[in-house]
């Protein structure tokens, strides 16, 4: 205690805030690493006896990571991935080689992205091969040191898995589990996921040559650690320059995590999302309102933060339609109701809105049907509707399926919001959801 004495200092307060800042903002930004992952401590021990098996004995594995998102798949095996690489033999000789389904959305780029991060560029030169596997078995064979055993183990790590399955006859995860399971170079094979199902998505083929290990990480956070780890993240640690600045800050968080407008703000993005990437982003938004005049988080900034957060798309786009768009997502709205949210097309859509125009509407002028087929089509550009039908090539326009993206809540709020809407196109939704 008397050591924090001796060095005891004090900062202005604008310097304070601009540490503060900036320890802060590092937090939410870089995602470090915890020491080691909590709350899940045998997925830690299976997967990490699974990974030293391939790195240190040579032998090959497939394994898949399954959870929501935000759930800790990635921390986990980055966590893992650490430890590993901090033994000096593994680190030599193991070799990460990390793709996304995202990213790499075919098998061609897939490939080319395996022999960018395996170096093996100059040695695949201009060789032509005949098939993929031709091409996979030509890049392991390159990473022998001499004979078979003395292979350098490589870790596929597939982000977004389910995104593979999806490639043209599942080429590349057949080859890779095909090489993981005959054991012709020493692989694992780890897969992320948020799919529950993704094993149905497999060709038999290739589920046959799954090992079929699945890890399952199900967030099992409670609010009461949700909050805690809110104050956790808000909190200066000890080594802060100005003592007195650290231990007022400190008791501001702590104030400002029980007072009642935080805690039901925070419950509910607990309730949305238990992502700490989506919590960090609101912490951020909540601190840039911190400034020398202002020297402390406040619980309306975390609401207003939580606004910002929150803020739907989809429904503020709705507010730039022009009245003549409105009316066709009210049709289509009322159309959702009768054949409850069966697809519809153009055409049932137009004749929903000439019986409006014909019964209830005196403020809407009657469009020609060239000009509603151009609004039509500028809601399909939008997203607010999607096509159903996956060949369109032989069906005409006005016949093509389609299905609303918005809910009954979004327009109704959109219409509240949309400046001077007419009084009768309003009754007309209302009659609609009625």
Known sequence: MSKRKVKETHMPVGECISQVQMILRERFCHQRLPEKPVGMESQHKHLLELLRRTAVHGESNSVLIVGPRGSGKTMLLNCILRELLEVKDINKNVLPVHLNGLLQTDDRIALKEITRQLNLENVVGDKVFGSFAENLAFLLEALKKGDRSSSRPVLFIL??????????????????????????????VIGLTCRLDVLELLEKRVKSRFSHRQIHLLSSLSFIQYLDNVRSQLSLPQDFPDTKFHDEWNDGIKTLCEDQLVVDVLQRHYNSSKDFRFLHLLLMLALSRVSASKPAIKPTDLLEASRVCMVDSKANILHGLSILELCLIIAMKHLNDIYEGEPFNFQMVHNEFKKF???????????????????????????????????????????????????????????????????DVKQWAMSAFG
Do not use: G, W
């Open 159 to 188: 982000d977004e898995f389910d995104l593979f399955a999806h490639h043209k006859n599942q080429t590349l995860l057949y080859n890779l589990l095909d090489v993981s399971q005959s054991a012709q170079a020493p692989i694992a």
């Open 357 to 423: 125009l014909q019964r209830k509407s005196h403020s809407i002028h009657n469009f020609d049907k060239p000009v509603v087929i151009k609004a039509f089509e500028h809601l399909q550009q939008l997203e607010l509707i999607r096509s159903m039908d996956s060949s369109t090539a032989k069906i005409q326009k006005e016949y093509q399926l389609v299905k609303l993206m918005l809910d009954h809540s979004q327009i109704m709020e959109a219409l509240q919001k949309y400046p001077q809407c007419p009084t």
